[in-house]
């Protein structure tokens, strides 16, 4: 057996020789300085940019050279990455906790190639839901499916939380150009009652489809807010024999949805072997599809599909997925990072980092490894963002002078859906100006320069100098594409997906299951019984029973 791979099947990555390679590297290379490796490789860009599927990536700008990357790529075949890639797209059950299969690349299998779950091909069931969303869409958007006033609809409202909102949700204010206005679409997510208020406000119920999206068919958020949307509806016009006209629903648990009252013909399938996270998709994509219309859905696939088979069969060092997720393990195993920032320039783009919040720490934000032994090592960052330029005005400041090393992907298209006057120049300036100032940074000697080149006295440079230095040095990956079209946007989250599942195959975590957050569903119910008047539990903490005194005596305090 080898001395890395432990008793149980799961390799314990400290100990491969690539690792304590990386490990004495990285002592090297924090010695260095990127200005450094520019001004010694005029041809840096070429070496460290590849592209695939519509997208570019510019890596050069990250603290690395060849050996670094290939440490790196030789840590992904030591950890095995290549078969784990393999066993994905055959569909083995490589989420273990749950024994399933994580194969949403199915979903998207443009080839004739079958997908197998248990020796049985899924294509056939993925291409009649496929059909399925086809007539569906079709139906409502020319108007043939109507609400109880026999008007067309004009509104979707998708309910659904997690997985089952922030992917699509992403997706359709991605393509809200290719919207063709035949129906606008809201999302309710919250179980806060805002959500669901500020909402219906907006909508009128003779016109409005409900989409209730849960792959469980028991999250609370979903259930509680399809509740209220249900008695919404029935007090303002709708009857329940037009229920059926107006609520759908996406879920792996048809018998759930069916007791809830939802028409079993108005029941679109979800599939265990689909994990939330990566389950826009699937039917749970309908928003997107009934906004869009169902070529744009399927182009979206097309390019997540193009990702897949970048991935699935590009050689290790020009791999997309593979050298993003190898860059973020340089800087969380190797360099101290514990973040990571997306930041997307694009208005469109701007839920881009709270998707893949959930992608990436839902799936990589584990302790222990496949076979439930504790890693010694870190795991999935701290993932967050916002848009660009906004950015730059709020917490790019601690990128560039902040003490804390934050690695981040400038995410930009080449073109923009709006020209309007120089706004995309000036964006696009924008992008490269702030990773050419991460990577470049500015030196005492240049401050000092600067402030007695605008006349400041040698005193005030002196004093002013030290505030002004910007160490540079900090890494970054600007991704490029066209324009941002399905094809581009599915291209672009298939990428996030792969390079996740790339991390946690070699951190050889399950990146599929999502235990963590069952702890509080079960606790949030212990306190819900309390609130809504059951006794307390005599084994709660005292700080949780005194907060729900509070809540409980609140009309009591002023
Ligand atoms: O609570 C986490 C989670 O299970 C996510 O993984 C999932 O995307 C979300 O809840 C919603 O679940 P469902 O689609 O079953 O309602």
């Not at 919404?232 to 949805?257: C, D, K, M, P, Y």
């Not at 470049?440 to 004093?463: D, V």
């Amino acid at each position: 057996m080898d001395s890395a791979q432990q008793h149980t099947g799961s390799i314990d990555i400290t100990k491969l020789d690539a690792w304590h390679q990386l490990e004495q590297h990285a002592q090297e290379m924090k010695q260095v300085h990127m200005r450094d490796l520019f001004s010694q490789n005029p041809n840096r860009l070429q070496e460290y940019f590849i592209s695939s599927a519509g997208i570019q990536l510019d890596y050069s700008k990250n603290l690395l050279n060849r050996q670094t990357m290939d440490y790196l790529l030789e840590l992904a075949r030591q950890a095995r990455l290549p078969e784990a890639i393999d066993a994905m797209f055959r569909g083995e059950a490589i989420n273990r906790s749950e024994q399933r299969p994580a194969l949403h690349v199915a979903l998207r299998n443009m080839s004739h190639r079958p997908m197998l779950v248990n020796g049985v091909d899924v294509m056939p069931e993925v291409r009649a839901t496929l059909t399925q969303m086809e007539h569906f869409t079709w139906r409502i958007r020319s108007t043939q499916w109507r609400g109880f006033s026999n008007r067309p609809f004009k509104d979707i409202v998708s309910i659904g939380i997690g997985g089952s909102f922030l992917g699509p949700k992403l997706v359709s204010a991605s393509l809200r150009p290719y919207w063709t206005n035949v129906l606008n679409c809201h999302y309710v997510a919250n179980i806060d009652g805002s959500h669901i208020t500020e909402v219906l406000k907006h909508v009128d119920p003779a016109t409005t489809l409900f989409i209730v999206q849960s792959k469980s068919f028991s999250t609370q958020e979903t259930l509680e807010n399809t509740k209220v949307a249900r008695n919404w509806f029935l007090q303002n016009g709708g009857t329940e024999e037009s229920i059926n006209r107006h609520f759908v629903a996406v879920t792996a648990n048809r018998a759930a949805a069916i007791e809830f009252g939802i028409a079993e013909e108005n029941i679109f399938p979800m599939w265990d072997w689909v994990g939330g996270r990566y389950s826009l998709w699937s039917a749970i994509g309908l928003p997107v599809a009934l906004t869009i219309g169902m070529d744009g859905f399927r182009a979206l696939l097309s390019g997540a599909y193009a990702m897949d088979e970048h991935f699935r069969t590009a050689p290790l060092h020009k791999n997309l997925p593979l050298i993003l997720a190898l860059l973020g393990i340089w800087y969380t195993n190797f360099l101290g990072a514990d973040s990571h920032a997306i930041l997307p320039y694009d208005h469109y783009l701007r839920g881009l980092p709270a998707h893949l919040q959930q992608l990436d720490m839902e799936s990589n934000g584990k302790r222990v490894n496949q076979d439930g032994v504790p890693v010694s090592y870190q795991t999935g960052p701290i993932i967050w963002g916002g848009a660009g330029a906004n950015g730059q005005h709020a917490y790019h400041q601690l990128l560039h002078q902040g003490t804390r090393l934050a690695p981040a992907d400038f995410i930009i298209p080449l073109h923009t859906h709006n020209p309007v006057a120089h706004h995309h120049e000036i964006l696009f300036a924008n992008c490269l100006s702030q990773t050419q100032a991460l990577m470049w940074g500015k030196t005492y000697e240049e401050a000092y320069a600067e402030l007695i080149a605008q006349g400041k006295s040698e005193e005030e440079a002196k004093r002013l100098a030290p505030h002004k230095v910007i160490p540079g040095n900090k890494p970054s990956n600007t991704i490029l594409f066209h324009k941002a079209t399905p094809r581009a946007i599915g291209a672009l989250i298939a990428l996030y997906e792969h390079k996740v599942f790339a991390q946690g195959a070699i951190w050889q975590i399950n990146s599929f299951d999502q235990w963590g957050v069952e702890l509080g569903k079960q606790l949030g119910n212990k306190i819900l019984d309390t609130l809504l008047g059951q006794p307390q539990d005599g084994t709660m903490d005292s700080s949780t029973r005194g907060l729900i005194d509070l809540f409980l005596h609140k009309d009591e305090l002023s």
